[in-house]
């Protein structure tokens, strides 16, 4: 923005001052800004031209354009670094805002391989931490379509909802949509008080549970009241084209064949979906039966659907989960035996 004046050592020039705006909404600004605003006073000392302010996730440059050009460079090098890898030092700060290309970027990233996928409150790094789970990344970057299958504590969901938050905060889609079937697992929840809202919620507070680890309250807040983050039950999604979002149905095993073609068929432009689930834990009636199986089975061998599978390898809970998972896994082979012998 042209307009203002300021003067150089020679009193009769007069450069045109010039303004930009550098948002960090895809790093944790508190590492980028260092304890006590540290790395901050680093990058205002290399540019001393420069007027550079920080508020909240943006960082404001005034002075001559040449110098604000030198400094957004510098500091989408440090963003694109933090982006990969989280962490950043000091000395690696100044490193870079002294260097002239991006070489030293990009041999740091061949040594850390473990991109950080979304920086939530204080700090948090919410990152891909087994095999599967960065497969389950890597296939979302290619397909509009994934099946993330497996048991519980495998971080399905978790990292389905990283996905999600990263595609937003980069800005590739305009809203996320997170649904799951109303199925009560086992118990009766019974005429719970309060409004429609209240009634589901208990459904859906394992996905409210992901979004806390990686959004902030307040922001939180403002995206679901601007419906930018919408979670609701699978029957809501019926008669809707879902365009320009990030969705995911979750516990899909509690889904009929009629409700996962009908979510599928939801998706519209621009739009990427995932689908997890455990097929050991269906909690349908008897009388009904789960549209997983079918759906991953007959949507094989299709250019953007990718199919990953979890296993107890990818449990991420307590250490005691994989061992029951095993076990549980290890009866179902008997009883199936038997009832072969029988």
Not at 234 to 245: E, I, K
Request: hydrophobic share 40%; proline share 5%; charged share 25%.
């Amino acid at each position: 923005m042209l307009g203002r004046l300021f003067y150089t050592t020679n009193p009769l020039k007069l450069i045109p001052l010039s303004e930009a705006i550098i948002n960090l909404e895809t790093v944790n600004p508190i590492e980028f800004f260092g304890v006590n605003n540290n790395k901050f006073d680093i990058l205002k000392k290399k540019f001393p031209l420069l007027k550079i302010l920080s508020r909240g996730t943006q960082i404001k440059l005034s002075g001559a354009p040449e110098q604000i050009d030198s400094a957004k460079e510098k500091i989408e090098l440090i963003i694109q670094y933090m982006e990969r890898n989280g962490h950043l030092s000091e000395n690696y700060f100044e490193q870079i805002l002294g260097g002239d290309d991006a070489e030293i970027i990009d041999n740091f990233v061949e040594q850390n391989p473990n991109e950080v996928l979304v920086f939530g409150p204080n700090g948090k790094t919410v990152r891909a931490r087994t095999a599967n789970q960065k497969k389950m990344v890597q296939a979302a970057d290619k397909n509009d379509i994934v099946f993330a299958i497996g048991p519980a504590g495998t971080g399905k969901t978790y990292t389905a909802v990283a996905l999600a938050v990263r595609a937003l905060k980069n800005k590739l889609v305009k809203k996320i949509i997170l649904t799951r079937p109303a199925v009560e697992a086992g118990e009766s929840l019974g005429f719970l008080p309060g409004d429609l809202k209240e009634k589901i919620d208990p459904y859906l507070r394992p996905l409210y549970d992901a979004l806390d680890d990686m959004i902030p309250a307040d922001k939180l807040g403002y995206y679901m009241t601007t419906r930018t983050i919408e979670i609701a039950p699978l029957a809501y999604m019926r008669g809707r084209t879902l365009d320009n979002a990030f969705i995911i149905l979750d516990e899909s095993q509690n889904a009929n064949d009629l409700q996962i073609k009908m979510f599928l068929t939801r998706i519209g432009s621009n739009a990427k979906a995932i689908i997890t689930g455990d097929p050991t834990q269906v909690d349908l009636p008897r009388n009904q039966k789960s549209g997983l199986e079918k759906a991953s089975r007959i949507l094989q061998n299709i250019d953007g659907i990718a199919h990953i599978q979890l296993d107890e390898e990818d449990v991420v809970r307590h250490k005691l989960v994989k061992a029951i998972i095993k076990a549980y896994d290890k009866e179902r082979e008997n009883e199936t035996e038997n009832s072969y012998h029988r």
